[in-house]
């Protein structure tokens, strides 16, 4: 079946602009989860949902950084006046319902460049 | 601070051959840990899982081991095969549905 989808798989921005990444999770899992990683590191934890309702954001580095979930099913992270430090592989997963034993299926990610 | 990480970085290995990638923890609280497997390209790929309550579990070809004594984490695949080159990540759930990853290990296949 298919597994999460990502878009876009990459993009280029300039300093200073806003950029929306989408997840399309899979169909029917409870939890989505994002996460950043920089290149040769693990994944690095930055907010999750179940359902619509955000239940961490911990991760996120700071306020210019955001995500939705408004009908439980597609998320969108959206970074505010992008800076080059944010430039990254962004990675979304999802999980049927976030519980022990229901691993996280990770998408092939967005790759962000702030130049 | 608390992290989970790996003792070597890269692991090269003879096809056919058994690997044993290693990790270790130190959350002592930690109660679940999961092995990835990460491709070139590709999002990570859950591989197993194990529960602090179990110090052993099996799945196809890969074992995963836990010594909670010395908070270490082992994953073992055996009969190493070209397709199992990847890095490797340990995750530890530290509660919330928060996986925090090692840092990874790259495992490499020698004809």
């Known amino acids: 079946g298919a597994g999460v989808s990502q878009s876009p798989r990459y993009k280029v921005t300039k300093r200073g602009q806003d950029v929306a990444l989408r997840c399309d999770p899979i169909?029917?899992?409870?939890?989505l989860y994002w996460y950043r990683q920089a290149l040769g590191q693990g994944p690095e934890f930055l907010t999750y949902f179940n359902y619509e309702a955000q239940q961490d954001k911990s991760g996120l580095p700071n306020d210019r950084f955001s995500a939705e979930r408004p009908e439980g099913s597609i998320s969108t992270l959206t970074i505010q006046r992008t800076e080059q430090r944010d430039s990254a592989m962004y990675r979304c997963?999802?999980?049927?319902?976030?519980?022990?034993?229901?691993?996280?299926?990770f998408g092939n990610g967005t790759r962000l460049t702030v130049t | 601070g608390e992290s989970v990480g790996l003792h070597l970085p890269t692991l090269s290995v003879q096809e056919g051959d058994n690997s044993i990638i290693n990790c270790a923890y130190s959350n002592s609280a930690s109660d679940y840990f999961i092995w990835y497997k990460q491709e070139s390209g590709k999002g990570p790929q859950f591989i197993i899982d194990i529960r602090s309550n179990m110090d052993k579990r099996q799945g196809q070809r890969v074992t995963v081991l836990l010594n909670k004594t010395v908070k270490h984490l082992s994953l073992q695949i055996a009969a190493t095969q070209p397709g199992d080159s990847a890095v490797y990540f340990c995750a530890e759930n530290r509660g919330a549905q928060k996986l925090v990853f090692g840092q990874g290990t790259r495992l490499t296949i020698n004809p």
């Open positions: 169909s029917g899992h409870v939890s």
């Open positions: 997963a999802s999980s049927l319902d976030g519980s022990y034993g229901s691993p996280l299926h």
